[in-house]
């Protein structure tokens, strides 16, 4: 074998996505749904009573360092999951055109909403 | 001379219909679209909650919406399609010997749900 | 009750006298201990000669007579009549490979990506010499890799692959089925110079972990797991890059 031929391999940062997709993903699978019945369902329908997910119980949770943590992760977390599954659904559908912009279009959503609540949460608690 | 034209056959990009197995994945991997619209909603509902009471309050009475119900009931489907699909592969992804044995998947994918509803019954709990 | 037949419905390709394959109609004896391959060879000895087909064993183990059969990829050989009867089957050569000549197809790809993953014991560099003795291997060590040791190259696995079918770049599930297979064994230390296939992008990460691979697999190979397997080792490998880069 000719040494002028030997094929480059070019090493993926995949692995940085993935991790990330992973994460969210057990998230999601444990949290997400009772999150979706909690938020989406029993409070709307009304079957909390009135004192229980209002405004004050919120955002004095909301506003303590550990409950920040916990409601960016909750929010922020599964869409670095969710969009990195949208990325690779795109190519699966066979969406060949801008493959880089569609990279950039997904990630960037997921890291977007990550800072926005994470600045809304800072703001909270410095108020 | 040679007579050899191998033929490419193409694929179509509804390929995913053409197979029951191909279209679950395609509802598991699909299970993100809800998915990121439920999240999108909690981050607006965390903006709302910044701006004070009044905002927060419209922000939760927008959720008692019919419409708003009908998507989170269907969202919450997916949400438990990809719970379900999470568990299932997740021994695939586990490489956990004891004692020279392979630890049994059917182990595996019942501690999953194990933690699953205590995970669920603690967060019902602890928000009631 | 004597006499009953069934329909097979071939797609067939003629390369000489034909641009794109067309399907004909077949009737054969049916027989519930037939498979599709006997099918197949009654109808060349019988009805038409000219059909192409590849086999050898007769018993899954040599990996030659795979096609689609209604659509999933199966080994003819280990296909049986009475799992369609009384339907017509409709036959396809293996899917995501180019069409040879009817039931025949290029394999060409997925041999060259069998290679190039290395599929042999690389040994450490101070090998030890014959006259010590064989490579001692517990049943422990020897059960880390023997599933994936199984493969037979029969490609259903590649027909299976969507990723495969959207690009073909992609490394695809035998080839890094085996390479784990080697990855794993104790006696080899050829791990690093294969981890550079696995960590590109057409390496592991081409795969989204649809499993179907699995399932086809006549020989309960699980191809979708070394490829998650593989996975973490990657996201090792890359994490120890970043502070060690070679």
């Known amino acids: 074998m000719n040494n002028n031929n030997e094929k480059k391999y070019i090493r993926s940062h995949e692995p940085v996505f993935w991790g990330l997709f992973g994460a969210g993903g057990t998230l999601t699978a444990f949290m997400t749904p009772v999150m979706i019945l909690i938020t989406g369902i029993l409070v709307p329908i009304g079957l909390f009573g009135e004192g229980k997910f209002n405004y004050q119980q919120i955002h004095q949770f909301a506003t303590s360092w550990y409950g920040a943590a916990i409601i960016l992760i909750l929010v922020a977390l599964p869409l670095w999951h969710t969009f990195h599954r949208i990325f690779h659904g795109l190519h699966d559908l066979g969406v060949k055109q801008g493959r880089d912009w569609q990279q950039v279009i997904c990630y960037g959503s997921a890291f977007a909403v990550t800072i926005f609540v994470l600045t809304l949460l800072l703001q909270m608690i410095a108020a | 001379m040679s007579k050899r034209k191998p033929y490419q056959r193409e694929v179509s990009s509804k390929w995913w219909l053409a197979q029951a197995f191909y279209s679950k994945y395609m509802l598991r991997e699909g299970s993100s679209i809800f998915i990121t619209l439920y999240s999108l909603i909690l981050g607006w509902g965390v903006f709302r909650l910044s701006q004070g009471e009044a905002a927060f309050n419209a922000w939760m009475e927008s959720l008692q919406h019919p419409s708003a119900i009908i998507f989170h009931f269907i969202a919450l489907l997916f949400a438990i399609y990809h719970s379900f699909t999470w568990f299932s592969l997740a021994p695939k992804a586990m490489d956990i010997w004891l004692k020279g044995k392979p630890l049994e998947d059917k182990l595996i994918v019942s501690g999953h749900y194990i933690a699953f509803i205590i995970v669920s019954v603690f967060c019902l709990v602890v928000i009631l | ?246």
């Open chain 3, 1 to 246: 009750m004597a006499n009953k037949t069934i329909k097979i419905e071939i797609l067939r390709y003629r390369p000489e006298q034909e641009d794109k394959p067309s399907p004909q109609l077949f009737e054969v004896p049916y027989s519930p201990d037939l498979t599709i391959l006997e099918a197949l060879q009654y109808i060349k000895d019988h009805l038409d000669s000219t059909i192409s087909f590849r086999w050898s064993c007769r018993m899954a183990i040599c990996g030659s007579c795979g096609l689609m059969v209604d659509g999933v990829p199966k080994l003819g050989c280990k296909t049986f009549l009475r799992d369609y009867f009384p339907n017509k089957i409709k036959l396809e050569a293996l899917a995501n490979f180019p069409i040879e000549r009817d039931l025949v197809v290029v394999m060409d790809d997925f041999i060259n990506k069998l290679e190039e993953i290395k599929p042999y014991i690389i040994p450490e560099d101070n090998t030890k010499c014959l006259s010590d003795g064989p490579h001692q291997q517990t049943p422990e060590k020897l059960a880390k890799y023997k599933q994936y040791s199984m493969c037979i190259n029969c490609g259903l696995c590649y027909a299976a692959c969507p990723q495969y079918a959207l690009d073909t770049k992609f490394t695809g599930p035998a080839a890094l089925a085996l390479l784990a297979r080697y990855n794993r064994d104790s006696r080899d230390a050829g791990s690093k110079q294969r981890m550079k296939i696995v960590n590109q992008e057409e390496g592991v990460w081409g795969c989204t972990f649809v499993g179907y691979c699995s399932v086809v697999c006549p020989k309960g190979v699980d191809p979708a797991a070394a490829i998650q397997l593989l996975k973490v080792e990657s996201s090792k490998d890359y994490l120890i890059g970043m502070f060690k880069p070679d």
